[in-house]
């Protein structure tokens, strides 16, 4: 594993290339000119300095990879997101990186299990590699990776290249039909009786059901928070999680990779979790 | 870097060693933006609102992207007043920080008992009174709008404590004008204008408030022209000097706000999308003064 940077810093690098994946889902690699030593699970705020006054503010993303070829995966949910998608080799963006706390090692002789959900890939993909890179032989990690139709699964292949992969999709286009909770319970049954450790990284409402099904179990599962960010390194305070057993804890610097059981996910995650479309037919 | 400008200004009795300050809220305590440059360097920074006693803040979702800004209801989140003067302020006074302690209540007592903390401590260069804030039930709001309210607690606490005292103004008040006349003859040094004001976001597909406030306060370039308008206004009107908020993320942004008769500026939500944004400012202001050959005391009030 590399070391922790500690010094998170304002890096201006051009775009490498950008890969679209679908016609929702990039990846966007960029050029530095030194290398950013984030660990898996680390965020860095990315905006484009072409952005001007709007979109204001830079986006949190999961680090992909770090290194000298720094990338996150995105979805296009919004104009920020859109505007990535539009971007073109050469474009100038600011990564300010690394921020937040990285997933924590996989404790010794323990089968680490990924739940994965859309775009929720890329910190495990980054996981995945690391592990595999410390890994003599031995296992792969076992990942259930969920999405709403087949397009919704980017980076599987670079799953598959380095776990033990497992496909589920609501609509049933591609591996299991049905959520991929149904995955999870059908593989802790299986390893029942082994140590195991379950890191998770989707939708809110998905991660909430693999922690409780987790808690259920007793198996340890850390998550991967996702929140609306203005900074990314504790300033705002616009990003809280509500903690156990009262108040908040910040998913930028407390997270946002953060044990499962510290989240108390019955006070919800924001007005727009779960909430499902009104006036839509 | 500076040499041979003096930006130095006067706010009343305090000298800042330049115009440059940080906006509370947007700041945190002062040491959170170490790994990037030295804060001592800057005109003063202000806390984030400190109560008498710790605050969770709002429920989430807490801040959403406008058209050239953003909508905030933290809720004045923060450690509290004993926590800072405990574990932040020793750190900042070492440094040397200009630290500029933003104080919030819900009643005129609480008021008093922080700025008497506050008065006891070293190194603290002023207190500024957030009678403004727009995301919380109580004493937010209905004390900055309210001209005789706000000389209320401006009067209180300039009875027990000599620190200079400078009142944050609301956009929402009617008579502005009236409320800063008001908090001047209770003995105010300075105001700040700005606060945010109070939006309002949708979300089409859900049919929800994008906050879970429903309302937040508005901040960011959006809000520039309205404050430069009120900065202009006070100017005109107190004999105080005004601090100006509201959009400022450039040294052409304090230049702006200097003309318009403030004395110094705070960047607040600038600092978000950019943690270099004040440094930046402050350099890009000694520029702008050494090409022109001129002090940033030459800019103030100076609007043609």
Known sequence: ??????????????????????????VLTFEANEPIAALPG??????????????????????????TRPSILIKVVGEGTMRMAYASSGEQFELLAPLGRPWSPLPEGHRAVFVAGGVGVAPLVFLAQALGEARAGGEMPLALYGGRTHADLPLDAELAAVTELRVATEDGSRGTHGRVTVLLEKALDELSGRAIKVYTCGPDPMMAAVARICAERHVACEVSLETPMACGYGVCLGCPVPRRPAGYLYACTEGPCIDAALIDWERGHGVSAGQKARGAS | MSANVDLRVDVGSLTLKNPILTASGTFGYGLEYDDFYDVAELGGICTKGLSLEPRHGNPPDRICETAAGMLNAIGLANVGVEAFCRDKLPILRQRGVTVVANVFATTVDDFVKLAQRVDQEEGVAAIELNVSCPNVDKGGLEFGCDAQAAARVTAACRAVTRLPLWVKMSPEAGDIRGVGLACQEAGADALTAI?????????????????????GGLSGPALKPLALRIVWDLARTVRIPIIGIGGVATAEDAVEFLLAGATAVQVGTANFADPMASKRALDGLADYCRERGMNARDLIGKMR
């Open chain 1, 1 to 26: 594993m590399i070391e922790a940077q500690t010094r998170r810093r304002l890096y201006t690098f051009p775009l490498h290339r950008r890969d679209s994946i679908g016609s929702a889902y990039h």
């Open chain 1, 42 to 67: 680390q965020f860095a705020m990315v905006r484009s300095t072409t952005w001007g006054d709007a979109p204001l503010l830079p986006r949190p993303m999961s680090l992909l990879t770090g290194g």
């Open chain 2, 195 to 215: 606060n945010t004001i109070r939006g309002l976001a949708v979300d089409p597909r859900t049919w929800r408030a994008r906050l879970a406030n429903r309302t």
